[in-house]
């Protein structure tokens, strides 16, 4: 049995040789990519699953009021407030015969108000008419 040392020679073809470094660097060259696929798909999961907590909560608490609102919601609710709050005032007025015309209404009722006068008026001539026997 051969005694292997330090210095103990080995005869080996430079093909095989070559072909043994090229194996070796193909094995690193897939390993290294392999690892950098697998880094890769890690990261883009963590990204993925942050991003699907993010938009579970959201799409709870924005429904509930929880996470604010726009800008444009909270100008149309005070709209709405200040509306509801006319309405009222409106209402109130009108129940107890206060209401707001305008000129052109005002002119309108006072134009109707004229025309039945006259008519009434109409009316009671054609009831005296009648109940003195003049037709």
Excluded at 12 to 19: A, E, F, K, Q, V
Excluded at 98 to 107: G, M, T
Aim: hydrophobic share 40%.
């Amino acid at each position: 049995m051969p005694k292997i040392s330090e210095n103990t020679g080995v005869e080996m073809p430079i093909r095989n040789l070559l072909s043994i470094i090229m194996a070796v660097a193909v094995g690193v060259w897939a390993y290294f990519g392999i690892i950098e696929r697998l880094n890769k798909v890690e990261t883009d999961l963590i990204i993925i699953n942050t991003d699907l907590e993010k938009n579970t909560e959201f799409r709870i608490k924005w429904p509930r009021g929880e996470m604010g609102s726009l800008p444009a919601d909270a100008e149309q609710f005070m709209l709405i407030e200040h509306l509801a709050g006319q309405l009222e005032k409106l209402a109130k007025n009108i129940e107890t015969g206060k209401a707001p015309f305008d000129q052109q209404q005002k002119l309108t009722l006072d134009f109707y108000k004229s025309r039945i006068e006259k008519l009434e008026d109409q009316i009671e001539k054609l009831k005296d008419k009648v109940i003195n026997g003049k037709h």
